[in-house]
C-alpha cells in the first residue's frame, strides 16, 4: 500500500538524516507550471511530495496557501487535472510518493469511490484529508485503505496520550505533526517542544512522525530534521513561487527556479542536521 512511502523513509533512514516533504498546490500558478515544478521537486531533494488540492474554503490555510488555490482555481485547475497532473508526473517518476492534501467536499463531490480508483490509477500514493476526523473513518480513511491508499493523520501540540490511540488507529504511512496551533505559515515552531511531541508519538506507533506547519527555511529545516522523521514545508515554497510571478499573477522565467532552488536550500539544511549528529 505505502511502498513508495515507506521506502522514501527507508532511503533517508539509511542515510541518517530526516526525509523532506514538500508542499505545493496542483495548477498553481496554471497547470503547465505546476507540472513542471512537480517534476522539479524530487530533483532538487524532496523525498516526499504533498499536493495540495485546490478548494474555495481551505480553513486550515493561510492566506498564502489560500491564495495559491485561489489562483489554481483561477486558472482551471480541477480535481480531476490533480489527478492528471499525478498521472503525468507518473510517466518520468515511478519512485517518489505522492500525497494529496487537502479537504473532503471535492472529493465528496467528485465521488469517493470513483476518487480512490482514479486516483490509484494515476499514482497517488497517500491522502491527507484534514477536516475528516478518526470518528469519520467510514466516509474515506477505510475506503481509502481498502483501495491501497494511505491514510494519514494529523497530530497536534493538543492531542494529548488519551486521544492519539484514536487518532493513530487507522494512519497510514506517516503520522503528520502540525508543530504550531491554528492555520499554515503563521508562526515559528518550538524546536525544543516539537522534538518531545515526537517522541511521545512514537511511543505510540512505529510509523515515521514529520513535523510541519512553521519550517520556512534551511536553518528550521535543520533544527526540526534533529528530532523527528521528516520535515514538511509548504507555505515557504508557495510564498517563493508568489515572489517569483509578474503583476498580473502569471508565472515567469524566475518561478519553476525560485521553487526548486528554495527546495534544494531546505534538503542541505535536512542533511547538515544528519552529518552534525554523525559527527
Same mark, same amino acid.
Given at each position: 500500500?505505502?511502498?513508495?512511502?515507506?521506502?522514501?523513509?527507508?532511503?533517508?533512514?539509511?542515510?541518517?538524516?530526516?526525509?523532506?516533504?514538500?508542499?505545493?498546490?496542483?495548477?498553481?500558478?496554471?497547470?503547465?507550471?505546476?507540472?513542471?515544478?512537480?517534476?522539479?521537486?524530487?530533483?532538487?531533494?524532496?523525498?516526499?511530495?504533498?499536493?495540495?488540492?485546490?478548494?474555495?474554503?481551505?480553513?486550515?490555510?493561510?492566506?498564502?496557501?489560500?491564495?495559491?488555490?485561489?489562483?489554481?482555481?483561477?486558472?482551471?485547475?480541477?480535481?480531476?487535472?490533480?489527478?492528471?497532473?499525478?498521472?503525468?508526473?507518473?510517466?518520468?517518476?515511478?519512485?517518489?510518493?505522492?500525497?494529496?492534501?487537502?479537504?473532503?467536499?471535492?472529493?465528496?463531490?467528485?465521488?469517493?469511490?470513483?476518487?480512490? $480508483? @482514479?486516483? !490509484? +490509477?494515476?499514482?497517488?500514493?497517500?491522502?491527507? *484529508?484534514?477536516? =475528516?476526523?478518526? #470518528?469519520?473513518? /467510514?466516509?474515506?480513511?477505510?475506503?481509502?485503505?481498502?483501495?491501497?491508499?494511505?491514510?494519514?493523520?494529523?497530530?497536534?501540540?493538543?492531542?494529548?496520550?488519551?486521544?492519539?490511540?484514536?487518532?493513530?488507529?487507522?494512519?497510514?504511512?506517516?503520522?503528520?505533526?502540525?508543530?504550531?496551533?491554528?492555520?499554515?505559515?503563521?508562526?515559528?515552531?518550538?524546536?525544543?517542544?516539537?522534538?518531545?511531541?515526537?517522541?511521545?508519538?512514537?511511543?505510540?506507533?512505529?510509523?515515521?512522525?514529520?513535523?510541519?506547519?512553521?519550517?520556512?527555511?534551511?536553518?528550521?529545516?535543520?533544527?526540526?530534521?534533529?528530532?523527528?522523521?521528516?520535515?514538511?514545508?509548504?507555505?515557504?515554497?508557495?510564498?517563493?513561487?508568489?515572489?517569483?510571478?509578474? $503583476? @498580473?499573477? !502569471? +508565472?515567469?522565467?524566475?518561478?519553476?527556479?525560485? *521553487?526548486?532552488? =528554495?527546495?534544494? #536550500?531546505?534538503? /542541505?539544511?535536512?542533511?547538515?542536521?544528519?552529518?552534525?549528529?554523525?559527527?
Amino acid at each position: 500500500m505505502t511502498d513508495r512511502i515507506s521506502a522514501a523513509f527507508a532511503r533517508a533512514r539509511a542515510e541518517r538524516r530526516a526525509a523532506l516533504v514538500t508542499y505545493v498546490m496542483a495548477g498553481d500558478p496554471d497547470q503547465e507550471t505546476g507540472r513542471a515544478i512537480l517534476a522539479a521537486l524530487p530533483e532538487a531533494g524532496a523525498d516526499v511530495v504533498e499536493l495540495g488540492m485546490a478548494f474555495t474554503d481551505p480553513m486550515a490555510d493561510g492566506p498564502s496557501i489560500q491564495a495559491a488555490g485561489l489562483r489554481a482555481l483561477a486558472a482551471g485547475q480541477s480535481l480531476k487535472k490533480t489527478l492528471a497532473d499525478v498521472a503525468a508526473f507518473r510517466r518520468t517518476n515511478d519512485r517518489t510518493a505522492i500525497v494529496l492534501m487537502g479537504y473532503f467536499n471535492p472529493i465528496y463531490v467528485y465521488g469517493v469511490d470513483r476518487f480512490l $480508483a @482514479d486516483a !490509484k +490509477a494515476a499514482g497517488v500514493d497517500g491522502l491527507i *484529508v484534514v477536516d =475528516l476526523p478518526p #470518528e469519520e473513518d /467510514e466516509e474515506l480513511c477505510l475506503p481509502a485503505l481498502r483501495a491501497g491508499i494511505a491514510f494519514i493523520r494529523l497530530a497536534t501540540p493538543t492531542t494529548d496520550d488519551r486521544r492519539l490511540p484514536t487518532v493513530l488507529k487507522n494512519t497510514a504511512g506517516f503520522v503528520y505533526y502540525v508543530s504550531i496551533t491554528g492555520i499554515t505559515g503563521a508562526a515559528t515552531p518550538n524546536f525544543d517542544a516539537t522534538a518531545a511531541a515526537v517522541a511521545r508519538i512514537k511511543k505510540h506507533t512505529a510509523l515515521p512522525v514529520v513535523v510541519g506547519f512553521g519550517v520556512k527555511n534551511a536553518v528550521h529545516a535543520a533544527a526540526v530534521a534533529r528530532g523527528a522523521d521528516g520535515v514538511a514545508v509548504g507555505t515557504a515554497l508557495v510564498e517563493a513561487l508568489r515572489a517569483s510571478l509578474d $503583476a @498580473d499573477g !502569471k +508565472a515567469t522565467e524566475k518561478t519553476v527556479p525560485a *521553487v526548486a532552488g =528554495l527546495v534544494r #536550500e531546505l534538503a /542541505e539544511g535536512v542533511r547538515s542536521a544528519a552529518k552534525a549528529d554523525v559527527a
